[in-house]
């Protein structure tokens, strides 16, 4: 507000021209246009203070006893399940998106209308259908069983690395088609045959360069992990969102929800910072 | 070439058409092994295509190119082994910018001629000291500068063993002050006998250190010889407003 430069800008200045004088009356209503932002935020803010009835919702969603009874078992349990299915489900989301963006960059048209034809329905379902319908419907229609996996059935994993690996295979394929073209020409120069130039040059680089997206796809299916909520499972098979939702049930207070979901903040925060620091140093290197 | 011996190189009739507009107009050449060839002229003449003919980077139209007498352009040819055979320097260095200079020179060693890590590693570091880069060995590209990462590139060629290097305008990317320790290398490399076709705007190269120079225009070869005679005493008008343009400056 107390620019200098403003100052010296006064009535008594030779220097500028009249016409050029309107920049004061544009700072002044820029100005007063905040400050009119700030008061309105305020009153709001305060009729809400005013209001609200702090005690009951200190009691619903804030409840001290509520809270601690759900430890150790949200974490020893819930959380656990829940970064077990996301480090399951987002491996074999990559494995499979990684196949089916090389199949799409594929010479053979058969090989890429098969992909794209995977790519097209798995991103086009809605997830919760895909969980419904591999986890659930699956078992019972087929009479397959899902094995178990570190305490978690795989029904929903299968689900899961079906959905994340449709998205992350046009991740890569678009990391694959960023490396530049010189990088091929010097491997194939060297006599590498085309795998070895894919595994060994231009994979490597791709991953590097969507390294940022990857990581935004994992913290995606850590919170579409919570989808499998939908699937009826034992205590010990409960991942957060399921364990918070049946402890909020019987308790009638939203606090296993808050608690639940400041866990999923603690996981899904320092690994979106995470990302900056690797973009950081990636652009370092290249 | 007079000498009755194979030529390492060779381009009979060779065409290149990208859609309508044919870049090479039927080319007719011989590098001799041993030989240095410069091939000169203006951008847009077709050289750089033709250079990346040699080892069907570029996918010839029309003709066939000759590596040691093997015709590479016959369907069935194995061009991962012919290429082996000849290395390949470009414009903008195309180092792999994941791998330290060291793992650079050691990748294709492994992959390709199946050494073992030590060997190749060892065979590298003689390479970059070739070079006169070993202290760079842990070096990242992206730490390098541009004439150093010129010279990994060709530590990289050079540790396969290759019979004829090829450079296509390995110094046109680089600031005036790096292009002399390049420019060095390559004349080392054609000092020890290396068979060398060399795509390149240094008319000072192409007169001290090559054997024979082709000038290019249009898609043809418009005029070759002697450096001496090409660059001192050209025959066509094209030739000579060309060498006018470039030794103006």
């Not at chain 1, 060297?190 to 913290?219: C, D, S, W, Y």
């Not at chain 2, 093997?70 to 792999?96: A, E, K, Y």
């Not at chain 2, 046109?172 to 004349?187: F, I, K, N, Y």
Request: hydrophobic fraction near 45%; charged fraction near 20%; proline fraction near 5%.
């Amino acid at each position: 507000m107390t620019d200098p430069t403003v100052e010296r800008l006064g009535e008594g200045e030779e220097t500028l021209p009249e016409l050029y004088r309107s920049g004061r009356a544009k700072q002044r209503r820029s100005r007063n246009s905040r400050i009119a932002a700030y008061t309105l935020g305020a009153l709001i803010v305060a009729a809400v203070v005013v209001t609200a009835d702090w005690e009951r919702i200190g009691d619903k969603y804030f409840n001290g006893q509520i809270a601690r009874d759900m430890f150790p078992d949200v974490i020893t349990i819930a959380a656990k399940n829940t970064v077990v299915y996301t480090v399951f489900s987002f491996t074999g989301g990559v494995v499979l998106g990684l196949s089916m963006a090389l199949l799409r960059l594929s010479s053979i048209r058969v090989y890429r209308s098969f992909a794209a034809t995977y790519i097209d329905i798995f991103r086009g379902l809605p997830a919760l259908l895909t969980i419904i319908l591999v986890g659930f419907m699956t078992p019972i229609a087929l009479g397959i069983h899902f094995p178990t996996l570190f305490g978690v059935p795989t029904g929903g994993i299968v689900a899961l690395s079906l959905v994340a690996g449709a998205y992350l295979a046009e991740t890569i394929r678009s990391g694959i088609e960023a490396v530049p073209k010189g990088q091929v020409e010097a491997a194939r120069s060297l006599g590498m045959t085309h795998a070895k130039t894919l595994r060994k040059v231009v994979i490597p680089q791709a991953f590097r360069i969507i390294i940022p997206p990857l990581t935004n796809e994992l913290v995606l299916l850590l919170k579409d992990t919570s989808l499998l909520a939908i699937l009826g499972v034992t205590i010990t098979q409960k991942e957060l969102t399921k364990f918070a939702q049946s402890e909020s049930s019987r308790t009638f207070n939203g606090t296993p929800l808050v608690v639940a979901g400041a866990i999923y903040l603690i996981i899904t925060i320092p690994l979106t910072r995470l990302v900056s620091q690797l973009e950081k140093r990636n652009k370092a290197m290249r | 070439m007079t000498d009755g011996t194979t030529p390492a190189i060779e381009l009979r009739d060779l065409r290149k058409s990208f859609g309508s507009n044919e870049v090479l107009k039927g080319i007719d050449l011989a590098v001799a092994p041993k030989q240095v060839v410069c091939v000169i002229g203006a951008s847009g003449s077709g050289k750089s295509t033709l250079l990346r003919c040699v080892n069907r980077l570029e996918e010839p139209t029309g003709g066939q190119v000759l590596i040691d007498g093997i015709d590479i352009t016959h369907p069935d040819c194995d061009l991962d082994l012919v290429r082996r055979h000849i290395g390949m320097v470009f414009q903008q260095f195309n180092l792999f910018p994941h791998l330290k200079a060291l793992d650079n020179v050691t990748l294709a060693q492994r992959e390709v001629l199946g050494r073992s890590k030590q060997e190749a590693e060892e065979v590298g570091q003689e390479m970059l000291d070739r070079v006169g880069l070993a202290e760079k060995a842990g070096s990242y590209p992206s730490q390098l500068s541009g004439g150093q990462q010129q010279r990994v590139a060709i530590a990289r060629a050079l540790a396969m063993n290759p019979e004829m290097m090829l450079f296509d305008e390995a110094t046109s990317a680089l600031d005036p002050e790096l292009v002399g320790d390049v420019l060095d290398v390559m004349r080392t490399l054609a000092s020890e006998g290396m068979t060398m076709l060399v795509v390149t705007h240094e008319m000072g190269f192409a007169r001290r250190v090559s054997d024979h120079v082709v000038f290019m225009d249009q898609g043809v070869i418009c005029e070759q010889g002697p450096p001496d005679q090409v660059l001192g005493n050209p025959q066509t008008p094209r030739l000579q407003q060309f060498l006018e343009q470039v030794l103006e400056h």
